[in-house]
């Protein structure tokens, strides 16, 4: 069975950098891809970026373009999203997510296994 743990959240200060990490267990050749989500209070959950298993396509928000990276680690039971330049509107629950669509994109409605999310939160 897929299981996904989010870790690395923290209280971070604008400008500064974090670096999650989504742990992923039972991962199957059902599965597409991997994306990271958020939600800030009163908003609706967005796609951040996402991660094509096979072929390593990448998608991101264009909020966060040229500021976040996604990547696979060499074991590929981990995937990572490093953040940097983080601004305040940044502050959110971070969410990884497994899909079994073959598009892997940005669209929370294709995405089935949700870890528990992990904080963060930006700000002086």
């Known amino acids: 069975q897929l299981q996904l743990v989010e870790s690395g959240g923290d209280l971070v200060q604008p400008g500064s950098s974090l670096r999650l990490a989504c742990s992923v267990t039972g991962f199957t050749s059902d599965y597409y891809g991997i994306g990271w989500f958020r939600q800030a209070p009163g908003k609706e959950r967005e796609g951040v970026a996402s991660?094509?298993?096979?072929?390593?396509?990448?998608r991101y928000a264009d909020s966060v373009k040229g500021r976040f990276t996604i990547s696979r680690g060499n074991a590929e039971d981990t995937v990572y999203l490093q953040m940097n330049n983080l601004e305040s509107d940044d502050t959110a629950v971070y969410y990884c997510a497994a899909t079994r669509s073959s598009l892997a994109n940005l669209n929370d409605l294709h995405y089935g296994t949700w870890g528990q999310g992990t904080q963060v939160t930006v700000s002086v």
């Open positions: 991660m094509r298993w096979i072929g390593g396509r990448i």
